[in-house]
């Protein structure tokens, strides 16, 4: 009968009001602190008196053995909030629990998690199977339950056969599968990930996602995932936490944050292609009906949509409208775009079009273009489905609907 780990453990995680704060160097005043950021790392994070802020109001409740992953440009504070929740970073303030246990003062060794890091963090001079031994000897376990627990994962994660060797004699994929077996040996409460697939090509990023899927299948414990890659959110979260420049934006499930994103920056983030912006349009109420005018044409919104905007008593506005490429329909009455690159992906053709001055792209099945001139230069009229438009604020960028 296959074990599974980690059967008794209940690991509920909350983080309530974390903020990290970074003091300044020796002699750095905040208006140079600010510069430096806003040079080198094209970042926004607040500088205040006391340092810089690199998190700030981070609220967030984790469920027992649920996947969160947190997804954010560079420097938006992702990868910090994950090594505050190992211990590797001290909270400035706020409070983190684990199973209802305070665990800001608790060292990393006692906090009962394992962390897979971006770098594997392996030993060069051990072998695979020294390796994944190696916290459960610290621990002084008996060296049957050891060698029970160590074989168990290299069978979950396809490296039996790699145990004898050293990890120079491994490619990347499986150096990182070692490095995720030697964290699940230990039967943590809570696995921290930390962007473990930025090192590997695309073919085998997609294969690794696919065998962590699996594994989470297999083993019961809580997964905290950090990466830069909106596809690997999409694809491995349960619920997924958007950051930026400190802040969380939104906390979602997948389909959530795509369908319903609740800003501009969201609504950019996730999907790719990116969602098209029109940052020209006008929404228009008449009678408590309203419609979008943009690029010349006029888009008559839901009931739906009527009833959101009319409860919040929204008036005639400037608006952006964004729509995804997936959403962008061919119509012979529609907008009339000139195409300057068609890309074939086989099902499916990628159209970069210009529509008064307006960069446009859309996702349209080959099925729909036969017999149509899709050459580049040639012109193609579209238009987008009211229901499947999304409105933003142009001062909050917040979604109106």
């Known amino acids: ?14 983080l309530k009001n974390i903020m990290k704060v970074y003091p300044h160097a020796p002699g750095e005043s905040k208006k140079k602190a600010k510069k430096a950021l806003e040079e080198e790392k094209k ?4 500088v205040t008196d006391e340092g810089v802020v690199a998190v700030q109001k981070f609220n967030l409740d984790i469920k027992d053995k649920e996947f969160i992953v947190l997804v954010g440009p560079s420097g938006c504070g992702k990868s910090t909030t994950l090594r505050m929740v190992a211990g590797l970073e001290e909270i400035s303030s706020g ?5 209802g246990k305070l665990m800001n003062d608790v060292a990393p060794k006692d906090r009962d998690i394992a962390m897979v890091f971006q770098s594997y963090a392996l030993y060069p001079h051990m072998t695979v199977r020294e390796n994944m031994e190696f916290p459960l000897k610290l621990r002084k376990m008996p ?54 697939l930025s090192n590997l090509d695309a073919k085998l990023r997609n294969q690794m996602r696919a065998e962590i899927i699996k594994l989470r299948q297999q083993i019961n414990t809580t997964f905290i995932y950090v990466t830069h890659d909106q596809v690997e959110a999409m694809t491995l979260g349960d619920r997924i936490v958007i950051m930026k420049d400190g802040f969380i934006q939104q906390i979602g499930t997948p389909q959530e944050v795509f369908n319903h994103p609740t800003n501009l920056f969201v609504a950019g983030f996730i999907g790719t292609p990116q969602m098209n912006f029109f940052h020209n349009a006008k929404l228009v109420e008449n009678g408590g009906k309203y419609c979008v005018e943009i690029l010349g044409s006029r888009v008559e919104l839901t009931a739906d949509q009527n009833a959101k ?18 959403h962008v329909v061919l119509d012979d009455n529609g907008i009339e775009g000139r195409i300057e690159v068609s890309e074939m992906m086989g099902s499916e053709l990628h159209l970069h079009m210009n529509a ?12 729909e273009l036969e017999g149509k001139d899709v050459s580049n230069g040639s012109t193609m009229k579209f238009h987008f489905p009211a229901k499947l438009i999304h409105l933003f604020d142009k001062q909050t960028e917040e979604n109106l609907l």
């Open 43 to 46: 970042i926004n994070l607040q």
């Open 309 to 326: 905007l009319a409860a919040k008593g929204t008036k005639s506005m400037d608006v952006i409208v964004g729509v995804r490429p997936v």
């Open 356 to 367: 008064g001055g307006q960069d446009i792209v859309a996702i349209i099945p080959t099925t």
């Open 95 to 99: 409070e983190l629990y684990i199973d």
């Open 143 to 196: 060296a049957d339950e050891i060698k029970q627990r160590v074989d168990h994962a290299a069978e979950t994660l396809g490296i039996t056969q790699y145990l004898p060797r050293k990890p120079k004699a491994l490619s990347g994929g499986q150096r990182q599968r070692v490095a995720i077996g030697r964290a699940i040996v230990r039967e943590p409460k809570v696995l921290l990930m930390d962007e473990p």
């Open 1 to 14: 009968m296959q074990r599974s780990y980690g059967q008794s453990i209940m690991a509920e995680v909350s």
